[in-house]
Each structure stands twice: as structure tokens, then as C-alpha cells.
């Protein structure tokens, strides 16, 4: 569910030169669409209801990127839903596969990040995506 760290490590792995082949793996998800992590123990009942929304909008800022809406309005919109729902955002952000903003991006690989504040609790996820 970190996608940040993934590309990091494929980084250095290349830069160092390590004989070694990092393969990534889905990120596991609750029933709910929650990606499961140990920080989700922090998690009130309620808090856990709504940690929910953090899929639920990475779903809604994919889809709005395949539809051709602008990058900026699809991550304005979706820090005003997370807030609505009682999230601090750090950020919610469309970018390109190597992490480069998505309107400089020349290929069609595209992933979705999040990470929030839900109380006390940090929580991050992404969602890899194409555009036809």
C-alpha cells in the first residue's frame, strides 16, 4: 500500500546496482476496501467505518481521470470529500507511475495516492491505474 516506498527501493536496488529483483505485490484489502495495515488497530469502530472512504475515493479519482477530467479539480475534489468525512489530508494526488505529476506524464500508466489523518491515526493507499 505504499507505493512511494516501493518506488524508492526499486531506486536504489537499480542505483546500487543490487543483483536482486524486486516484485511488488497487491495490496491487501478488508471486505470494506480498507487496505490492511497494522496502524488500522489504532482505529476506533467508528473510525474504522470510516476509513472505508479512503477506497472508495481512490475508485472516484481513478475513474475521473479516465473520464479526461483535470488532474488538479479530480485532487481538489477529492481533499474536500476526505475533509467533508472528518479526515485531515496530507495529500490526494494523481500522478504518473514514476511518481512525476501526471500532467507531464507521456505514457498512460497512472496511480492514485492518498494519505490522511483520521484522528490520530496516519493512513496511506494508492491505486494503480491505466488510461485507455
Given at each position: 500500500?505504499?507505493?512511494?516506498?516501493?518506488?524508492?527501493?526499486?531506486?536504489?536496488?537499480?542505483?546500487?546496482?543490487?543483483?536482486?529483483?524486486?516484485?511488488?505485490?497487491?495490496?491487501?484489502?478488508?471486505?470494506?476496501?480498507?487496505?490492511?495495515?497494522?496502524?488500522?488497530?489504532?482505529?476506533?469502530?467508528?473510525?474504522?467505518?470510516?476509513?472505508?472512504?479512503?477506497?472508495?475515493?481512490?475508485?472516484?479519482?481513478?475513474?475521473?481521470?479516465?473520464?479526461?477530467?483535470?488532474?488538479?479539480?479530480?485532487?481538489?475534489?477529492?481533499?474536500?470529500?476526505?475533509?467533508?468525512l472528518g479526515f485531515?489530508?496530507?495529500?490526494?494526488?494523481?500522478?504518473?507511475?514514476?511518481?512525476?505529476?501526471?500532467?507531464?506524464?507521456?505514457?498512460?500508466?497512472?496511480?492514485?495516492?492518498?494519505?490522511v489523518f483520521l484522528?490520530?491515526?496516519?493512513?496511506?493507499?494508492?491505486?494503480?491505474?491505466?488510461?485507455?
Amino acid at each position: 500500500k505504499d507505493y512511494q516506498q516501493l518506488q524508492v527501493i526499486r531506486y536504489m536496488a537499480e542505483e546500487l546496482s543490487f543483483p536482486i529483483e524486486i516484485i511488488p505485490a497487491p495490496t491487501l484489502r478488508e471486505a470494506s476496501g480498507l487496505a490492511m495495515s497494522s496502524r488500522n488497530q489504532y482505529l476506533s469502530e467508528q473510525e474504522r467505518e470510516a476509513a472505508t472512504a479512503i477506497y472508495r475515493t481512490l475508485c472516484s479519482m481513478r475513474e475521473a481521470c479516465i473520464a479526461g477530467k483535470p488532474t488538479a479539480r479530480i485532487e481538489q475534489d477529492a481533499e474536500a470529500e476526505l475533509q467533508v468525512l472528518g479526515f485531515t489530508v496530507d495529500y490526494a494526488e494523481i500522478r504518473s507511475a514514476s511518481l512525476a505529476r501526471a500532467d507531464k506524464a507521456t505514457d498512460s500508466k497512472r496511480v492514485a495516492l492518498i494519505a490522511v489523518f483520521l484522528g490520530r491515526t496516519r493512513l496511506i493507499d494508492n491505486l494503480e491505474f491505466e488510461i485507455p
